[in-house]
């Protein structure tokens, strides 16, 4: 896996099938739908449908079957042209495909979604590549003890000079793996929202309203 820098946007390169684009955002776009990923998708040069995500911190997972906008944390599609998107500050973005790109997806994983187990509602028989997007990792995502009593978190805690952190990566790995992944095929563009200076949007750092948007779409 390589990134690519656009104007507008970073783009994940050799990992995902021929025809898959996928990447996120700079911090010069503030997140607005769908005005922000047109112009960073303009380089491709042609007409795109987005779908996008009113995101609710939950496990619901959708497959859009039409361009729009979907209640929930995951989106997945086989239309072409269709720009799945989230929207992140902090928590966790995951994209999707699968070995000939005709599936793809993309997922809001805060840490309710962990919880709930969201990623037990993706397409784990279909798609089997994922990449890890920019957002909080176990250098600054810090949480509560109450984090210890949550069964398929409590393992990927890890203690930082006396807090405790949740470790989203290893975490996404494992649950992946467990559901036929390769640890191979789970990538990680090993970006922190929070510690990357203003590289992107935190809103811990300063309850920012603006947004690192994740995309990807069959093209």
């Known amino acids: 896996m390589r990134l690519t820098e656009k104007e507008y946007c970073w783009l994940i390169e050799d990992f995902f099938p021929g025809g898959v684009v996928a990447g996120f955002t700079k911090p010069i776009l503030n997140g607005e739908l769908p005005r922000d990923l047109q112009k960073a998708l303009a380089f491709l040069n042609r007409e795109l449908d987005i779908s996008f995500l009113n995101q609710r911190h939950s496990a619901v997972v959708n497959l859009a079957n039409e361009p729009g906008v979907y209640e929930g944390d995951g989106l997945f ?3 072409y042209g ?3 998107a ?3 500050a902090d928590c966790f973005p995951i994209l999707f ?4 790109g005709s599936l793809v997806g993309a997922v809001h994983m805060g840490w309710r979604s962990a919880k709930d187990r969201i990623l037990e509602n993706i397409f784990c ?3 089997s ?4 997007g920019v957002g909080l990792r176990k250098c600054c995502y810090h949480v509560g003890d109450d984090f210890a009593t949550y069964s398929n978190m409590a393992k990927f805690l890890v203690k930082k000079e006396n807090r405790i952190c949740f470790d989203p990566v290893s975490f996404a790995r494992a649950a992946l793996v467990d559901y036929g992944f390769a640890e191979k095929d789970c990538v990680d ?3 922190c929202s929070f510690c990357s200076g203003e590289q992107f949007h935190s809103y811990r750092k300063n309850k920012t309203g603006m947004r690192t948007i994740s995309f990807i ?3």
């Open 77 to 79: 599609t086989q239309l």
């Open 82 to 84: 269709n720009v799945l």
């Open 86 to 88: 989230i929207k992140t």
């Open 97 to 100: 495909s699968d070995r000939s």
């Open 125 to 127: 028989s279909r798609v």
């Open 129 to 132: 590549l994922a990449a890890f």
């Open 189 to 191: 563009v090993d970006m």
């Open 217 to 219: 779409v069959r093209s």
